[in-house]
């Protein structure tokens, strides 16, 4: 079985400030993690994905997220939030051919 | 090159009617998922199908909920009847044959008065 945990429902930064979007997960086999965004009206954005080459793994739009196997966890962040971050993220597992979704955080930039 | 088509994006159906969505893939994805999106909550497999065949039904509500993919490509989900309980985002995402990367469409807003 595996599972997914996003640790806050909501995160409020300044512009120019950093982010840090936290995720703990749950998996039973070597996992494939995902970050995925979420604008209003708009479709689920692959931001990027680890499958088990380098820890540290760069996305779209400035994030990137380091997985921890000994914390399980699969944290996003970004330098500088823009006021165009604004969304709601899942983190995302990916375990014999089908996906976990965590429950989602709203991510809010403040001016 | 166009992305995952989705229709309607909005619907509104009294309880105990019948509807359906459509779903257009990315052109050469063999791979099909339709997912419910409850409000609050990350999306939720229904249904996955590998070209024409339902792979994995496991989720889909059975009773009332059913979906077809005949020739391969597109393919219509459907409620009959709804209740109130199915109101949510649809969401349909394909792949190619065993690639990890899911592409999602915009999704279906369903709500049942």
């Known amino acids: 079985a595996q599972s997914v945990t996003q640790l806050d429902s909501h995160v409020s930064v300044s512009e120019g400030t950093p982010v840090l979007l936290r995720c703990n997960y749950s998996s039973s086999y070597s996992p494939s993690l995902f970050w995925y965004v979420q604008h209003p009206n708009k479709g689920l954005q692959l931001l990027l994905k680890?499958?088990?080459?380098?820890?540290l793994v760069k996305g779209i739009n400035g994030f990137e997220a380091e997985f921890k196997k000994s914390e399980t966890s699969f944290h996003l962040t970004k330098p500088s939030a823009h006021m165009s971050d604004a969304a709601e993220y899942f983190c995302?597992?990916?375990?014999?051919?089908?996906?976990?979704f965590g429950s989602g955080t709203q991510l809010t930039v403040l001016p | 090159e166009a992305g995952v088509v989705q229709s309607p994006r909005y619907k509104i159906i009294e309880k105990k009617q019948p509807v359906a969505f459509w779903c257009n893939p990315i052109s050469g994805h063999n791979t099909l998922y339709w997912y419910r999106q409850n409000l609050g909550q990350g999306p939720e497999l229904l249904i996955r199908?590998?070209?024409?065949?339902?792979?994995?039904d496991s989720q889909l509500p059975k009773d009332r909920f059913s979906a077809e993919r005949l020739k391969g490509v597109d393919s219509t989900l459907k409620i009959q009847p709804a209740e109130l309980g199915d109101s949510a985002v649809y969401l349909c995402?394909?792949?190619?044959?065993?690639?990890?990367?899911?592409?999602f469409g915009p999704g279906t807003r369903l709500l049942v008065l």
């Open positions: 680890y499958t088990s080459a380098a820890t």
């Open positions: 995402a394909s792949s190619l044959a065993g690639a990890e990367t899911q592409y």
């Open positions: 199908y590998e070209n024409e065949e339902a792979v994995d």
């Open positions: 995302v597992v990916r375990s014999a051919r089908q996906l976990t």
